[in-house]
């Protein structure tokens, strides 16, 4: 179970950065701004390169379960600090932008990232590897933030407004590790549930088929006819 809810949640990841890559390349055909251009290619390439990684991921996975292993192929704790290089590098790749600047990375659409792979990280039913992916996160936003943009955003006006953003975030993304935690836990105990439920159902009805074999075999023993 842990390991077909893994390779949902890696079909989840894939489809979301294919999107991301899709949407990326568009607005890199319609942009103009040599500037945007150049920012628009360096995200596609981390979103490439990514897909690659969780393609690599997947079909491993996938062989795994068709050879009927119950472990994963890799470490279960390698994907969250992994993923989790994504929308850090695409926003210091913002950060650094001509036209972008660090303060635009703050309050970017690339954020919502992190959380979203708070959300699906639910998908591997494990409670600490929710909160790793939170702390994860966190990490990832601090390092953008301490590499490229508290150097700039201490000289700008709003500095005192950039760092409570920053604070708040990270805060956020460390309490949605948490959140995610709960949930995963709540969702392994009913998955848990389910599979005894099919265990015990499955065993019931192997037991009804025992009975009818034994029945039929007393029936075949017995004379045709009274004597």
């Known amino acids: 179970a842990l390991l077909r809810s893994e390779r949902l949640r890696l079909r989840g990841m894939l489809a979301v950065l294919t999107s991301a890559l899709v949407l990326g390349l568009l607005y890199f055909a319609f942009t103009s701004d040599p500037s945007e251009r ?19 991921a997947l079909r ?3 062989r795994t379960l068709a050879a009927g292993g119950t472990r994963a192929p890799l470490p279960m704790i390698v994907a969250p ?11 210091l790749a913002t950060s650094h932008a001509p036209n972008a600047g660090p ?21 591997r039913l494990s409670p600490s590897l929710s909160l790793l992916a939170g702390a994860a996160s966190a990490a990832g ?34 309490i949605a590790g948490g959140l995610a935690a709960l949930v995963a836990a709540r969702v392994r105990v009913r998955v848990a549930a389910a ?6 159902r499955r065993e019931v009805e192997r037991y009804h088929g025992e009975l009818d074999l034994a029945r039929q075999i007393q029936q075949g023993l017995l004379p045709a006819a009274a004597p």
């Open 141 to 174: 936003y601090a390092a953008v933030w301490v590499l490229g943009i508290e150097p700039v955003a201490a000289r700008s006006p709003n500095a005192g407004l950039a760092s409570t953003m920053f604070a708040a975030e990270s805060v956020l993304m460390v």
């Open 81 to 91: 600090v992994v993923e989790t290089l994504v929308p850090t590098l695409a926003l």
């Open 38 to 56: 150049v920012l628009s290619l360096e995200v596609a390439a981390i979103l490439t390169a990514t897909i690659a990684c969780e393609a690599v």
């Open 60 to 62: 491993s996975l996938a």
């Open 103 to 123: 303060l635009r990375a703050l309050a970017g659409p690339l954020v919502v990232g992190y959380f979203l792979l708070i959300m699906l990280s639910i998908l």
């Open 195 to 200: 599979l005894r439920e099919a265990d015990a």
